[in-house]
Nanobody, 117 residues
């Protein structure tokens, strides 16, 4: 069982920045992929960014060039640096940990990000 705890959400003006953190109870070097998802009311959760154990990253098109995902294995923490935030980035952001064999997914409790115009 992997427990994930997010922090760093809040209210920011358009064009501002936030950094989300996700601390894992499991050594993240043993986790195949970690990522950040977001969800707004009435919509499905969408993947914003991911990073594999080997360091390969992937981003949602709408956040490319503005968001950066990174991992600190020594701190068992994954970060999402969000710059040039836009009102449409407003959502609850969830940390995700994925194991590939067997396929297993873990979720954090979510952190609210609100971007005002």
């Amino acid at each position: 069982q992997v427990q994930l705890v997010e922090s760093g959400g809040g209210l920011v003006q358009s064009g501002g920045s936030l950094r989300l953190s996700c601390v894992s109870s499991e050594t993240i070097s043993k986790i195949d992929a970690m990522g950040w998802f977001r969800q707004t009311p009435g919509n499905q959760r969408e993947q914003v960014a991911s990073i594999t154990r080997g360091g390969i990253t992937n981003y949602l098109d709408s956040v490319k060039g503005r968001f950066t995902i990174s991992r600190d294995n020594a701190r068992n923490t994954v970060y999402l640096q969000m710059d040039n935030l836009k009102p449409e980035d407003t959502a609850v952001y969830y940390c995700n940990a994925g194991l590939w064999n067997p396929p297993t997914t873990y979720w954090g409790q979510g952190t609210q990000v609100t971007v005002s115009s």
